[in-house]
T-cell receptor
Framework: DAKTTQPTSMDCAEGRAANLPCNHS???????VYWYRQIHSQGPQYIIH???NNETNEMASLIITEDRKSSTLILPHATLRDTAVYYC?????????????FGKGTMLLVSP | EPEVTQTPSHQVTQMGQEVILRCVPI?????FYWYRQILGQKVEFLVS????????KSEIFDDQFSVERPDGSNFTLKIRSTKLEDSAMYFC????????????FGSGTRLTVV
């Protein structure tokens, strides 16, 4: 599966949009982009995933560039409870069971 | 919303003792996983389980570890002879399928080996 690069940390003011970037320049055609987050010491939480098109759900929006080499997770109105480590993971449609591989992610701090 | 349930939330054990960590995956999910996270480090894959057998395992999952689905609902991780370095958060997860399906994780068991 393709490797991803994320900033180590980001800050966001409460109520503002949080835009978390991810670079996955070696992504191949059958690989999905997944986003998970981990609030301190809790289990990772699935947020959203996409292949080519932009996706939106009740938690977030995922914007994937046309060349698919990067993506942005958008939390439209960040709250203090969105403070967490956010993981961008690339995973193929036919990947083995083990390839939900977590990197270091981006630590998002939402402040009042 | 369906949840993955893990028990206990915290377990303290002496080095060399056996521990069993328990998980109840989401009822209609078919794929089950164990991950661990040593304090301050990444979340690491241990093992996946499908159709009553291990599908994949990592290098971490050596002979001291075993998994079992003893009935239709529970999924367990056993560590036969715990070591200090087994101290970590252990997360169980389940998914409805492979490929584009997301994983649902439990809230974890904090294992402390003393």
């Amino acid at each position: 599966d393709a490797k991803t690069t994320q900033p180590t940390s980001m800050d966001c003011a409460e109520g503002r949009a949080a835009n978390l970037p991810c670079n996955h320049s070696t992504i191949s055609g059958n690989e999905y982009v997944y986003w998970y987050r981990q609030i301190h010491s809790q289990g990772p939480q699935y947020i959203i995933h996409g292949l080519k098109n932009n996706e939106t759900n009740e938690m977030a929006s995922l914007i994937i560039t046309e060349d698919r080499k990067s993506s942005t997770l958008i939390l439209p109105h960040a709250t203090l409870r969105d403070t967490a480590v956010y993981y961008c993971i690339v995973r193929g449609m036919n990947s083995g069971y083990s390839t939900l591989t977590f990197g270091k992610g981006t630590m998002l701090l939402v402040s009042p | 919303e369906p949840e993955v349930t893990q028990t206990p939330s915290h377990q303290v054990t002496q080095m060399g003792q056996e521990v069993i960590l328990r998980c109840v995956p989401i009822s209609n999910h078919l794929y089950f996983y164990w991950y661990r996270q040593i304090l301050g480090q990444k979340v690491e894959f241990l093992v996946s389980f499908y159709n009553n057998e291990i599908s994949e395992k990592s290098e971490i999952f050596d002979d001291q570890f075993s998994v079992e689905r003893p009935d239709g609902s529970n999924f367990t991780l056993k560590i036969r002879s715990t070591k200090l370095e087994d101290s970590a958060m252990y997360f169980c997860a389940s998914s409805a399928g492979q490929g584009s399906y997301g994983y649902t994780f439990g809230s974890g068991t904090r294992l402390t080996v003393v």
